[in-house]
């Protein structure tokens, strides 16, 4: 029960890396507001956890390339639950095409809203809120190990997964006087529907480029970022958290 008494918001909650989150968020005694464009999908996790007793689970709508409904989700985590300690600024899209192939206003301008835009207003609008409580704060953001590589189809990605890294830290520095820390992680092959929608070969590939020739699972990730939002992890601020089973260290096999 790490996180007994602590609320939280995870955005891009309805799936993937954000839904295991909110599952061992709940285990480890938080309560949750999974905050997703999808609101059914959302409201269909937040039903997962209510009991006739308790209700650890809210969801709200919020597209996160929005600020004001960034703020409102805030409004929401604390007119619900009283109070916010952590957010994990998750959602985001993925894809992309040959640069010389991009039209700005389909291949760059939307992703940049969203995965870029979308964390810069999360670290925002929990930071007033932070600030105005006076009692600290985490602010977990997912990355990539794109935003410290280039790679095929992914300009746009891989600058929206860099400025999260960049965001996370100077939000650090800047929300430091507040009691605040803030960290990124970067995940690398992750088993969710972003992933899922490519075809065995193309998976047999992303699994072979970690060390121990396996996808990662979302709960794999999701047992770190619990870690990172506890108070155990109360050293870890402004950096970079690898959760790529080596993928960043690894080349090529020779086998
Ligand atoms: P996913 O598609 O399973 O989940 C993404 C969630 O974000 C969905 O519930 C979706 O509805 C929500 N979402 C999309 N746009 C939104 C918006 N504008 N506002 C609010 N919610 C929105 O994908 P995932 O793999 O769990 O991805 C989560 C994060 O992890 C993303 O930021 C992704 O870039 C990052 N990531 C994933 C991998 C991987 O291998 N799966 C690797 C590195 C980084």
């Known amino acids: 029960m790490r996180l007994e008494g602590k609320v939280a918001i995870?955005?891009?909650?309805?799936?993937?890396?954000?839904?295991?989150?909110?599952?061992?968020?709940?285990?480890?005694?938080?309560?949750?507001?999974?905050?997703d464009i999808n609101l059914a999908a959302a409201q269909a996790v937040a039903d997962e956890f209510t009991t006739s007793a308790s209700a650890p689970v809210s969801a709200v709508q919020?597209?996160?390339?929005?600020?004001a409904a960034v703020e409102a989700a805030v409004a929401h985590a604390v007119a619900v639950f009283g109070k916010l300690d952590v957010?994990?600024?998750?959602?985001?899209i993925a894809g992309g095409k040959p640069l010389l192939d991009h039209d700005p206003a389909v291949d760059y301008a939307p992703m940049i809203r969203i995965d870029q835009d979308?964390?810069?207003?999360?670290?925002?609008?929990?930071?007033?809120?932070?600030?105005?409580?006076?009692?600290?704060?985490?602010?977990?953001?997912?990355?990539?190990?794109?935003?410290?590589?280039?790679?095929?189809?992914?300009?746009?990605?891989?600058?929206a997964k860099a400025a999260v890294i960049s965001f996370t830290r100077s939000a650090a520095y800047e929300l430091a006087q507040f009691g605040v820390r803030a960290v990124a992680i970067t995940p690398g092959r992750v088993g969710t529907p972003i992933i899922n929608q490519f075809s065995d070969e193309l998976k047999a590939t992303f699994a072979a480029e970690q060390l121990r020739n396996k996808m990662t699972e979302p709960e794999e990730i999701?047992?770190?970022?619990?870690?990172?939002a506890s108070?155990?992890?109360?050293?870890?601020n402004g950096t970079v958290v690898s959760v790529d089973d080596g993928y960043s260290v690894f080349k090529q096999r020779l086998d």
């Open 87 to 92: 957010i994990f600024n998750n959602a985001g």
């Open 231 to 236: 108070d155990e992890a109360n050293v870890i």
């Open 62 to 67: 919020v597209d996160v390339s929005d600020f």
């Open 118 to 159: 979308g964390v810069y207003y999360g670290i925002l609008a929990a930071g007033r809120q932070f600030r105005d409580q006076g009692t600290g704060g985490v602010i977990i953001s997912t990355s990539s190990i794109y935003g410290e590589q280039a790679a095929e189809l992914s300009f746009t990605y891989s600058a």
């Open 222 to 228: 999701a047992n770190v970022v619990a870690f990172l």
């Open 10 to 35: 995870i955005t891009g909650g309805a799936s993937g890396i954000g839904y295991a989150t909110v599952r061992k968020f709940v285990q480890e005694g938080a309560r949750v507001v999974v905050a």
